[in-house]
């Protein structure tokens, strides 16, 4: 049975041990050098960077997420056995891990180390879908003649490159598919590499439960469950048009699924469809000055993605949730795509000066959608601002000095508010 060495990278036949290392973290399948579609997924990211940022955190458990009523952005494994978990209220995680380390996120410093690990995937296969800023599908078809290696040895050179040289550890899936490649990332974290070949496939998913399929949230988990489906094997007993009748065009999804079918490409204009950020306060807020400085950070931060993905956006929306959950939500269309803070801000400022009350809120976030290329963006959106093109001139050079001298170097006085 074909087989490879995860820290030498050598291919050998089966054993329990690498013949040229010694090692014993090996992985052996009778597919492993036929498979050409992957997905690497980055463990625990935001919480790793940290730890190796900061080599006194090791050990301990780490949390990256707002205050006391924010969410879970993400936590390091040491947390996640105490039962955290990402998008996990606040309050609720420290319950369970009171000795954790809570961090707000940094992310520019997450984005950079991704622009890195995705220049290693760009040296792999112009074919890559990324997912998040830490994720993604690989097509490495037609490379082995390339690299002179199947596709199995460059992602296990993948990560361990992206250990050696940036200190960040990931998994990998590999499958004939990309629903197969996702799932078998996720069978054995933190620095797995998991294979489910084209011969085993059904076997593989008969027992498992249809909430391994990105996409069933709660609510199709409810439905599913109404009509006694929670396994893949429930699924194989519908037909294909009751499915559909059912459940409309995800049960078409379902039905192939079950069968371990996915005929989507890895490809690499997926469009994202937007950038938001959101933050959720210690305590309701109705303090308009206070309001608006955390405008101009959400939008700073937002600005500071699209450039960072190389993308404006030509619609901005405020979100506001009051004190007692209801939320409201503002869109405004702009006459240019922007990536621009100042632009952001400026129309995210305007909508919420048209919300009616004063509050209080618990929760405040600005978003960026119908997103472009950024060389479809204008310096300013406004024509009709005399000072827009000035502003915007400023903005960029602010940006090359947050960028050689960290991103407190400038600040404006609104984002001490």
């Not at 998040?132 to 992602?155: N, Y």
């Not at 004939?176 to 797995?192: R, T």
């Not at 000066?353 to 479809?376: F, M």
């Amino acid at each position: 049975m074909p087989a490879l060495c995860k820290d030498c990278l050598t291919p050998f036949e089966t054993g329990t041990r690498c013949p040229a290392c010694r090692s014993p973290r090996i992985v052996a399948h009778p597919e492993l050098f036929a498979l050409c579609i992957a997905h690497m997924d980055c463990d625990a990211f935001y919480a790793s960077v940290e730890k190796r940022d900061n080599p006194e955190l090791a050990d301990k458990p780490v949390i990256i997420g707002g205050g006391h009523r924010g969410v879970v952005s993400t936590a390091c494994y040491v947390a996640r056995i105490r039962g955290v978990r990402s998008a996990m209220p606040m309050f609720q995680a420290l319950k369970l891990c009171p000795d954790a380390v809570v961090i707000k996120p940094r992310m520019q410093v997450y984005v950079e180390v991704s622009r890195a690990i995705r220049s290693m995937m760009d040296e792999l296969t112009p074919a890559i879908q990324p997912l998040s800023l830490d994720e993604a599908f690989l097509d490495l078809t037609g490379t082995q003649r390339l690299h002179g290696a199947p596709p199995a040895v460059m992602m296990a050179r993948l990560v361990r490159r992206m250990q050696t040289e940036l200190g960040i550890t990931g998994s990998v899936g590999l499958s004939h598919n990309k629903f197969l490649a996702k799932v078998a990332s996720d069978l054995n974290k933190p620095k797995g590499f998991s294979v489910i070949g084209q011969a085993e496939t059904a076997a593989f998913l008969q027992d498992k439960p249809v909430r391994m399929i990105w996409g069933v949230g709660q609510a199709t988990q409810a439905a599913l469950d109404k009509v006694g489906i929670r396994t893949f094997a429930d699924l194989l007993r519908w037909d294909r048009a009751d499915l559909h009748a059912r459940f409309g065009s995800m049960g078409e999804r379902l039905w192939h699924l079950a069968r371990g079918q996915d005929a989507r490409r890895v490809s690499s204009r997926e469009p994202v469809k937007s950038i938001s950020n959101e933050t959720t306060f210690s305590e309701d807020t109705g303090d308009a000055d206070i309001l608006d400085g955390h405008i101009w950070r959400l939008s700073q931060k937002v600005a500071d993605r699209a450039k960072a993905t190389a993308t404006a956006g030509r619609v901005v929306t405020l979100k506001l949730k009051l004190s007692d959950h209801r939320s409201l939500t503002r869109r405004h269309s702009l006459h240019a795509a922007t990536q621009l803070t100042d632009d952001i801000y400026r129309n995210a400022r305007a909508l919420f000066d048209q919300v009616p009350g004063a509050g209080p809120y618990r929760l405040i976030g600005v978003g960026l959608s119908g997103l472009h290329p950024e060389s479809e963006a204008g310096l300013s959106g406004d024509l009709l601002d005399p000072g827009a093109a000035t502003r915007g001139r400023a903005e960029r050079a602010t940006d090359e000095i947050r960028r050689k001298f960290g991103d407190k170097a400038i600040l404006k006085g609104r984002a001490l508010r």
